[in-house]
């Protein structure tokens, strides 16, 4: 599986930005989608993530602002950050995992990351 992602850029406090994350390799449709982030010397944190059904989930910080989305027929995954702040400044990576019916982890794909940066 292959992710790329893109979008990423510099932004003030209070922009939005859209990232995207395409994927090949694997059906789209089966395959849990993630978003995490990681800044120097910091270990890499989920930002949010949603499931083949579209439930989906987010780190505290970032709910009513952040919002992730799915396009199973452009096997594209979405980040929208609206209200952005200093310390949502981040290397961002998405991540897509896949599970048998049983839940068996199948694999685990990452992309490379997409830089954001939020200046104030």
């Known amino acids: 599986v292959q992710l790329q992602a893109s979008g990423g850029g510099l932004v003030q406090v209070g922009g939005s930005l859209t990232l995207s994350c395409v994927t090949s390799?694997?059906?789209?449709?089966?395959?849990?989608m993630d978003w995490y982030r990681q800044t120097p010397g910091n270990e890499r944190e989920e930002v949010a993530y949603?499931?083949?059904?579209?439930?989906?989930h987010y780190e505290d910080s970032v709910k009513g602002r952040f919002t992730i989305s799915r396009d199973n027929a452009k096997n594209t995954l979405y980040l929208q950050m609206n209200n952005l702040r200093p310390n949502d400044t981040a290397v961002y990576y998405c991540?897509?995992?896949?599970?048998?019916?049983?839940?068996?982890?199948?694999?685990?794909?990452w992309g490379q990351g997409t830089l954001v940066t939020v200046s104030s």
């Open positions: 991540a897509a995992t896949e599970y048998s019916p049983a839940g068996t982890r199948r694999g685990e794909w």
């Open positions: 949603i499931t083949t059904s579209g439930r989906t």
């Open positions: 390799g694997r059906p789209f449709r089966l395959l849990d």
